[in-house]
């Protein structure tokens, strides 16, 4: 099982950009495809971005595509979420997973990280 660990979260005015960080251990990360998912105050767990492996495909949701850009660095075992143009409705804590499964790590996730907060004030 993968270990994960994301950073970068904060408080952000409207229209601002932020980038969070998700750090990997524990097994062979090139080997995994990841994803973010993100889950506001009162409402589920929601899938955001995902990133695969070895073909770096990206998917997004409807919702943050042309503003988010999920990235990763193998070298360093992490993956990246590129924040712009963020709304209030981002709002949310953000969780990074990973799984072996495209499929997976798009819709149920697979190992989770503890979370990050993040704040869009209006």
């Known amino acids: 099982q993968v270990q994960l660990v994301e950073s970068g979260g904060g408080l952000v005015q409207a229209g601002g950009s932020l980038r969070l960080s998700c750090a990997a251990s524990g097994r062979t990360f090139s080997n995994y495809d990841m994803g973010w998912f993100r889950q506001a105050p009162g409402k589920e767990r929601e899938f955001v971005a995902a990133?695969?492996?070895?073909?770096?495909?990206?998917y997004y949701a409807d919702s943050v595509k042309g503003r988010f850009t999920i990235s990763r660095d193998n070298a360093k075992n992490t993956v990246y979420l590129q924040m712009n143009s963020l709304k209030p409705e981002d709002t949310a804590v953000y969780y990074c997973?990973?799984?072996?499964?495209?499929?997976?790590?798009?819709?149920?996730?697979?190992?989770w990280g503890q979370g990050t907060q993040v704040i869009v004030s209006s």
């Open positions: 990133i695969g492996w070895p073909s770096y495909v990206t």
């Open positions: 997973t990973a799984d072996l499964s495209w499929t997976k790590v798009k819709t149920t996730g697979g190992s």
